[in-house]
């Protein structure tokens, strides 16, 4: 049975001496023996021991708590649980930090494009959010849609320049034409548009929304409400 001095075993848990003789004092760790001058000696169930003291005091638990574990049949088991429970609860924690830094990044995108905030709710928070990210998904499944399209469009024409067949690129244009519709429709049926000055969503007719002057997150349109014209916010909606 190895023997270790309370220096010792401070140095091997990575702790003061304080430290354990705050715990001897405590009854949570007694020496396993005395030296013929009187010094403790530490066995190597105490260094066990006196890690586990250190790993549930890192966790939160009171003395007691820990006074109450070691007196347990199986306290590895118990901490075992208690771990696993800390770790869900940082991941709860974590979600909830992303959360609030999603709120964040949403309010502060409101303000910088003029939107009106009329947040009432963490429901009216939550529903910013998730607009958010189903109008990025949108745009993402657009851009696809586009970029397939015009890879089509290139390939036929690189088919055309090097065999000297034309009629590929010919073929594939009703396609074209069609997928550029179908994005159009999809685009249009899934945004609306927030007025600056009444704060209603609203969508505005097709043909004005499809040459309004626009940046990559307002379109300047006339408010169905209010008739106000003005860089008008987009978000994600299927209804008005």
Request: aromatic share 8%.
């Amino acid at each position: 049975m190895a023997d270790y001095s309370t220096g010792e075993l401070a140095r091997l848990c990575g702790i003061t001496v304080r430290t354990v003789q705050f715990y001897d004092a405590k009854g949570l760790l007694h020496p396993a023996d005395l030296s013929e001058g009187g010094r403790r000696l530490y066995s190597d169930s105490d260094l066990r021991k006196m890690r586990m003291i250190c790993a549930l005091k890192t966790i939160g638990l009171t003395l007691d708590a820990i006074r109450g574990i070691l007196a347990s049949e199986k306290p590895e088991s118990v901490l075992i649980l208690l771990l696993e429970e800390q770790e869900r609860r940082i991941a709860d924690e974590k979600d909830a930090l992303e959360r609030q830094k999603r709120a964040v990044d949403t309010v502060r995108e409101t303000i910088r494009t003029g939107q009106m905030i009329t947040i009432e709710s963490i429901a009216d928070m939550d529903r910013m959010m998730e607009e958010k990210h189903k109008l990025n998904q949108l745009h993402l499944t657009i851009l696809a849609l586009a970029m397939g399209m015009s890879g089509l469009q290139w390939a036929s024409v690189i088919y055309w320049i090097t065999t000297g067949i034309w009629w590929p690129f010919v073929a594939i244009w009703p396609l074209v034409i069609a997928t550029g519709v179908y994005i159009t429709r999809m685009y249009y049926l899934n945004t609306l548009y927030i007025c600056p000055e009444c704060g209603a969503r609203f969508r505005p007719p097709l043909r004005e929304m499809f040459w309004a002057y626009h940046t990559p997150k307002t379109r300047k349109l006339t408010c169905t409400k209010c008739n106000t014209r003005g860089w008008c916010v987009e978000t994600y909606g299927k209804t008005e």
